[in-house]
């Protein structure tokens, strides 16, 4: 059975920073682009990075130079890295696997982001 959980989402202050991590199972996550995507209340649900399988990386316009996608293989995980948190911020997070080879993807069940003082 294939999962990805999501974690490392939280309550935290504007400015500050949060680590989410989604770590599969069931599926080699090496050969999958994972995109981590957001959903804020009355909005759609959009992208905001992603890594290819070879590691190149594309990042949503609002969040560029504040938040860092990677990923560790030999964990079989993907890691968004955001810093410099705004309100705005404020989400449900949700990371995706798709083989390009197969169009197989693959959804979590998200992580909640909340950036308020």
């Known amino acids: 059975q294939v999962q990805l959980v999501e974690s490392g989402g939280g309550l935290v202050q504007p400015g500050g920073s949060l680590r989410l991590s989604c770590a599969a199972s069931?599926?080699?996550?090496?050969?999958?682009?994972v995109g981590w995507y957001r959903q804020a209340p009355g909005n759609q649900r959009e992208l905001v990075a992603l890594?290819?399988?070879?590691?190149?990386?594309n990042y949503a316009d609002s969040v560029k130079g504040r938040f860092t996608i990677s990923r560790d293989n030999a964990k079989n995980t993907v890691y968004l890295q955001m810093n410099s948190l705004k309100p705005e911020d404020t989400a449900d997070y949700y990371c995706n696997g798709k083989n390009s080879l197969t169009g197989r993807e693959y959804w979590g069940q998200g992580t909640q982001v909340t950036v308020s003082s």
């Open positions: 890594i290819t399988r070879v590691g190149s990386t």
């Open positions: 069931g599926i080699r996550f090496s050969i999958y682009a």
